[in-house]
Every structure is written in structure tokens, then in C-alpha cells.
């Protein structure tokens, strides 16, 4: 990831979507996914004469326009065009285009290892079995620029307590999809494919962690992982690993992509910290997508309050 690549400001086109106009509410997004079906969706959307419609609490959270510190959302051409996927290729603003054809269905994920019940789902029993809910995060990628993004997904915790991880199970390795007649970047000898990442269990178990199937209450594109995608808040965006097919709970540490190529750059842990510089350049300050000049980065990109205590034993000023 080379620094030089940080742009100046995303260039808003008269084209430019907003987040109202491609807005869907949680019930839209289930009736896109083909979760439930067009009547459904009609009868529960109809004005009913007997009794006004109560309106869900995911709905009003919808419609929120900014995180909870009050940061705006990124539009979805900003989301959708500016990318890290180095599956395709290095040049975040071409990945949309390259990944466009990108088929993600059907598709699976095999959960596995130190576990007593391993399993292979499809696309569509994750989407039926863990309820889609909306998660605004902001992401902070390690070359110093972040976003604010509404996820659709469900907890990774309620997809582990599925397969029952043993005792012995202390962290949980990815692997992204492998793939190079689809994905050009994969000819790149270079990297070490397929992309993998790792958590330890008691982040992978923390209720932020994400498994992203969606974004502004559509399916994620290409571009952004589909169908599937972690997303880990207050780390660096790295460890977010987009297309996953496996889930392997293990009992080490596992070697990730980036620290494979560059361990002293990018380490296993990678939590935002705005006093450990990157060897190369300090993550004091991040520039937002959409805004000018930088503004100051948060301790673990804002988290802190809920993830500080699963590092208590750890020396913060150790980036890794
Ligand atoms: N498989 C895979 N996952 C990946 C990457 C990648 O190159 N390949 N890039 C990472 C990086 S560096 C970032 S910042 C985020 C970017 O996610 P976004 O394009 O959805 O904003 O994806 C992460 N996940
Ligand atoms: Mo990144």
C-alpha cells in the first residue's frame, strides 16, 4: 500500500448518487435479497385503515444520516469508488470497473477447524438464518484516509456460536475467494494469494465485528466485497478481508497477507492508533473522504469505549 496513491479530494460528479436517493430501509433490503417476498413486502408497507404502522426501530436507525458522533455518511459513489481490492488491481479508483462483472452467486463459506459443528453455508442461509441489521462505522484505512459507511451484515459471533468453537479455538484466520481468471490482480505473483486475515476469538466474538452482506441497504457490490466481507471498525481496513469463502478457527497465530509481505509494517493486531506511526508516514490525522484538509484520528477510530478492554494486557505503542 504506497502512500504516494492518496489523492486530494473525490471529485463530485452533477451524477452523483446521494444517500437519500439510494436509501432503502431494512425491509427493502431483505425483499432485494429475495428474503422475503414481494407480498410480504407490499401488505407490511401498505397505509392499513385499522391501525397506523408502528414504525421499526431499524427503520428510524435508517434513516440516519450520520454515525453516532455525528459524522456524515459517505456518499455511495465515494463508497463505491474508491477501493483497496488488490485482488483486482492496485488503482482504487479502476476497481469498480474491474470487479463490476465479478459473480458472487452462487457462492459459500466454510466454516471449519477447532469447532464441533463445522459447516458449509450458502450465501442465502446466512442471509435467511442471522437477521440483516444496519451498522454505521467508520473505516480507517492504514494509508491515513476513512469514510463513514452504512453496513448491512449480522454479528460474526452469531455465525461462530453456530459451529460451537472448542475451548481451544483462540483465533480465527479468513480467506478471501482465489480466483484469477476473474480477478486480474491475482496474476500478480508478488502478492501472496489467496488474501487471508485473522482475529483473535475474543475480537472475532466482539459484537462490533461485523460480516458484511450490504451497504446503504443494497447488496454490496463487487467492489466492496460481495457477497460477503468482514469489517472490523476499529482496525486498520486491511483487516476488513473482502470475499470470504473460509472461516477457519485455529490455535495460532495466523499469518495474514500484509504481514506476510511487510510484518514490520503491517502487523496482526493493526488496531487504529493515532500515536504509533507507520514506519512511513504518521496516522496522527486522516484526511475523510468528500472533505477537505485532515482532521485528528481517534484511539482505536473512535471505538474505544468498547473495545479498550481487550487489549488491557497488551502494549499499546506496539503497532502490532
Ligand atoms: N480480499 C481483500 N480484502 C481487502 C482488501 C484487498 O485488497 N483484498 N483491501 C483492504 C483494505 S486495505 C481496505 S482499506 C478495505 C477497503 O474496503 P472498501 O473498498 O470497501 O472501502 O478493504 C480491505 N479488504
Ligand atoms: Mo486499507
Known amino acids: 500500500m504506497s502512500s504516494k496513491a492518496l489523492l486530494k479530494s473525490v471529485p463530485v460528479k452533477s451524477s452523483e448518487i446521494t444517500p437519500e436517493h439510494v436509501y432503502l430501509n431494512r425491509r427493502q433490503f431483505l425483499k432485494a435479497m429475495g428474503i422475503i ?122 455465525l461462530l456460536k453456530e459451529v460451537e468453537p472448542l475451548s481451544a479455538a483462540k483465533y480465527v484466520r479468513f480467506e478471501s475467494v482465489m480466483n484469477p481468471d476473474q480477478m486480474p490482480g491475482q496474476k500478480q505473483k508478488f502478492y501472496p494469494w489467496p488474501y487471508q486475515e485473522g482475529l483473535t476469538i475474543e475480537e472475532a466474538m466482539h459484537d462490533l465485528t461485523l460480516m458484511a452482506t450490504g451497504l446503504y441497504g443494497k447488496m454490496l457490490p463487487p467492489q466492496n466485497g460481495a457477497p460477503l466481507r468482514l469489517v472490523v471498525p476499529w482496525k486498520y481496513g486491511f483487516k476488513s478481508i473482502k470475499a470470504i469463502v473460509k472461516i477457519e478457527l485455529i490455535d495460532y497465530e495466523p499469518n495474514t497477507l500484509w504481514s506476510t509481505i511487510a510484518p514490520n509494517e503491517y502487523g496482526f493486531y493493526a488496531n487504529v492508533n493515532p500515536q504509533v506511526s507507520h514506519p512511513r508516514w504518521s496516522q496522527a490525522s486522516e484526511r475523510r473522504i468528500g472533505e477537505s484538509g485532515r482532521r485528528p484520528t481517534l484511539m482505536f477510530n473512535g471505538y474505544a469505549e468498547q473495545v479498550a478492554h481487550l487489549y488491557k494486557d497488551i502494549n499499546l505503542k506496539d503497532f502490532y
Open 37 to 158: 417476498g414481494a407480498g410480504t413486502f407490499l401488505a407490511s408497507c401498505a397505509p392499513s385503515a385499522q391501525s397506523p404502522q408502528p414504525t421499526a426501530p431499524e427503520d428510524l436507525k435508517a434513516s440516519a444520516a450520520t454515525d453516532e458522533l455525528g459524522d456524515p455518511l459517505n456518499t455511495y459513489e465515494e463508497i463505491t469508488h474508491y477501493n483497496n481490492y488488490y485482488e483486482f488491481t492496485t488503482d482504487k479508483r479502476d476497481v469498480a470497473m474491474l470487479a463490476k462483472d465479478f459473480i458472487t452467486s452462487p457462492w459459500q463459506v466454510k466454516v471449519y477447524g477447532l469447532v464441533n459443528k463445522p459447516k458449509t453455508f450458502g450465501l442465502e442461509d446466512l442471509l435467511q438464518q442471522f437477521p440483516q441489521e444496519e451498522r454505521i462505522y467508520r473505516l480507517r484505512c492504514v494509508e491515513a484516509w476513512s469514510m463513514v459507511i452504512p453496513w448491512m451484515g449480522f454479528s460474526l459471533s452469531a
